[in-house]
């Protein structure tokens, strides 16, 4: 399996019944909409190719991230067709937390979304850790909405104090902030917080195949009508879309329009062993 | 959320419509059957709960495990009952491989029945390192059927030359041999592996949620029948049974007749941060 | 090689020409000094055994700690007695770094005592980024100092930017501020930074044996006077103290008035196989 | 700190009063010596500049390495010229094991030479799993001299019932068989027991700084007449030679006649962060 280079995104799609795409990097950039995209959405609309956006946001909620896009001028994105990790925080949360009081370090906003299960939630600046009976499961959500100076402390420290269940809504550990710069996301705390104490949580995104499976349920949820191999996962990112994407048994397409640059796409996939089917510069023509 | 401790697995059980339950360390363990196991598996037929057996052992088809439960003494298990981490891998092999031989560590046995695609098979022993054009995939299979002084140097030195996928039938470092030792496993040899060539395989069976996706997906094969507040997973191991089924969303109950004792399971799930909803001493009453 | 648990410290000592002690959770500790510490330290003059501290707090020099003690109420204790990993990365900078400006994250007093080698230094909120090339090697130096909202976003681009030599003045992870709880250390900044680079830095400090032997050789600086075999480590942490003195072939005994309770002491040696040759409850006696 | 490309050894070499040099990869590769690494060696002495070799083999005593290097053309090697890191596991044994038998994995020949500290020794092979109370220490020699099918599971099975200090007398993963291909050493058979035993073992050798003090003290047995800045250390493995050199305060030079080749050379000093003083060819000229 040596990845085929291919020059054109759409003769590719055309094979395909369903198409998954990642957002940054493949749609958008830190400059707005990646040129193009939009006409490319209309192609697959026109073609009757189904698609779903999935992507390790956790901050926004589906109408969010639908507004975000309306805003940077891809406009006719309907909410289903966005799937978020923190969607599957949420899923989990309401299956497995039955009382208590969440509590989370992000901001109001992603809790509101996330934590929407009836039970009561709590910011990590507002834990009395002389008083924690009642919290029953802590989130990491957000890189906003809290000051890092204090908050990371007060959530390792609640955390070496009571065992609960702890879910990283978001694991990538950066996301970037123009050509050059990243800055530290949810996933990268995260990180920090389970190298302090020695323990491994609960992570939700890409490349957990979880994300592709909660994707792939949707397309089949009124029938049984999408098999893996009528699916193509496409994403900037070998680590997370490309890792994820074939492990569930999907075709995947490495694009060159974000993480990955053309002139070291082939040096990481042989240095990874993660290998795409397709590469393709930009999901533009 | 704490773990409850109770007395019987059976008065949990009857709360649920479906129950996932490991094999070693449940089921059975180094003498044979666990006395009694028998009568649970009678008990939850008659109760009218649904049972799946989820087992990392890739080297044996769904037909030969039924076949060793029946020489133990578990007469009626039906083939469907029981899903392996090898029929993931299976399944990844067929949606990903199209063409090319696969080349494999382990028994000819695992390799039929895992490798049954319709593509070639080849054993690493009869890998030629000068010849390796027609090789499109490896698989870790089994911890038998190889010579450890020589075959694992050419499995190494085979993927130094050739990047291709690499899958990893059943991730477990060990499986117990008597009540105080252990054998290396497949997932031991494949980790050495990773550690030589800094690189991160595809890895199958249990934390991943997928092999309880599948199962999930096996029980709701005829119509959505079962959510995932049915179902209750039942382990003796934290690091895969519990900690894969907290992350699907399932509840689950820790046995202490496997790799956790009773003297320590406290301990463990507090390092861990893996948190059983039930702890109970075994599957017998 | 089974720890012996001994009642005195003293009767162990006075079978030693040398003995090194960690600092915090074996002198002093949240509440300050430790009851009785100053009388172990007359105690080891009166013997005329040399002792040294070893620790791994790089935000203060050697006269800088020297005070605290003494601010303490532990009077007399010597320049020369305190061995910090900052001295570490003291000499390496002055061998290795020649021309540039070291960048560094911490306080400006962290950075006058280890930074004095005649170079230039600039705190990370003062590099612009577009102006970095007379920027020739980057310490983390100390947890305070600086804003982590911006500051450790700013380190992360600078070293996306540019390969240049990183050293972590201190590898701890957290240290502890009162009988419960914990804050991030500049260990754990560093690591966080080194997950989202995928890097590994140059890390000072116990357990790695250079500390030691920087010890060492202070005491066998006028004559070679002093073998191993005549030195015992003390430390309260297995996973430096013991863990570094082992390597570095010292007799080790572990202190239980700090990081390690009596309760778990006997666990955490059998799971993390680090054996100290002594254990003891602390020095006073 | 950008490493300086030159094209003469011999030139640079010629500003140090010390070299250091890695065996494998700057004196010999898998055909043999390399050709023209005897008259530089002769340029070294003709110089006045001492050297030392210092390998991760720990299969061969001082004398036997330099018997092969003798065999080799390399004629007038000296056995205080060659440090390797079973000697430092020698001097560990003989400061921390002081009674009970040493378990070993490896070859009786490299057993006698490292274990020779009047305490008896027993290869993994005689162990009787039910008979190991005077069993007090365990190191992992070599990688022949056993039999992979058997000793590695008796050697877990051991580490489990027991808990003793164990030690990797070379921590290297692998060494090079031919230009293309490698053979598992025993780091790596180390690695998979760590893992499988969730324990750290005590490693000697490159790119741990114990290994550059052993040497350092070495030349400076008689009188203290070289500082760090007298020594270049020369080695063809950034993350051993180069890392170790580094850290410990030496100047560094990677060749390009072993393990790293020209074309990546550039890649993996960014991608790693290791950075050597120098980059030249080979010792040649």
Redesign the interface.
């Known amino acids: 399996?040596i990845s085929s280079r291919i020059d054109s995104f759409r003769s590719v799609a055309k094979n395909f019944k369903v198409v998954f795409l990642d957002s940054y990097g493949v749609l958008k950039n830190h400059k707005g909409l990646i040129d193009g995209v939009a006409e490319t959405i209309s192609f697959l609309r026109g073609e009757g190719i189904v698609f779903r956006v999935l992507t390790n946001d956790a901050s926004r909620s589906q109408e969010q991230q639908v507004e975000v896009f309306d805003r940077l001028g891809l406009k006719d994105l309907d909410v289903e067709e966005v799937i978020t990790s923190g969607m599957l925080a949420k899923?989990?949360l309401s299956?497995?937390?039955k009382d208590?009081k969440i509590a989370y370090l992000g901001t109001e906003n992603s809790a509101d979304y996330i934590l929407q299960s009836g039970l009561k939630h709590i910011a990590v600046r507002d834990i009395d850790?002389e008083n924690i009976e009642d919290i029953?499961?802590f989130v990491f959500l957000d890189d906003e909405g809290f000051?890092?100076?204090y908050d990371?402390?007060t959530t390792?420290?609640f955390?070496?104090?009571k065992?609960?269940?702890?879910i990283v809504a978001n694991s990538d550990?950066?996301y970037p902030?123009n050509k050059?710069?990243?800055?530290?996301a949810t996933g990268?705390?995260a990180?920090?917080c389970e190298?302090?104490?020695?323990?491994?949580?609960?992570h939700f995104g890409k490349p957990?195949?979880?994300m592709f499976?909660y994707a792939y349920e949707h397309i089949n949820r009124d029938k049984q009508q999408y098999d893996?191999?009528d699916i193509l996962m496409v994403g900037d990112t070998l680590s997370t879309d490309i890792?994820g994407g074939?492990?569930?048994?999907?075709?995947t397409m490495l694009v060159l329009s974000g993480n990955t640059r053309s002139d070291n796409a082939e040096?990481w996939?042989?240095?990874?062993?993660i290998?795409p089917d397709y590469i393709c510069d930009s999901i533009l023509k």
Chains 1, 2, 3, 4 share one sequence.
């Open positions: 399996m899923q989990f299956h497995k937390i208590g850790l029953s499961a000051d890092w100076n990371i402390d390792v420290n955390l070496r104090r065992t609960v269940p702890v550990k950066y902030v050059n710069d990243v800055s530290v990268g705390i990180k920090l190298s302090m104490l020695s323990k491994k949580f609960i957990d195949t979880q499976n893996k191999d890792l074939n492990k569930f048994g999907l075709k040096l996939i042989n240095s990874s062993g290998i």
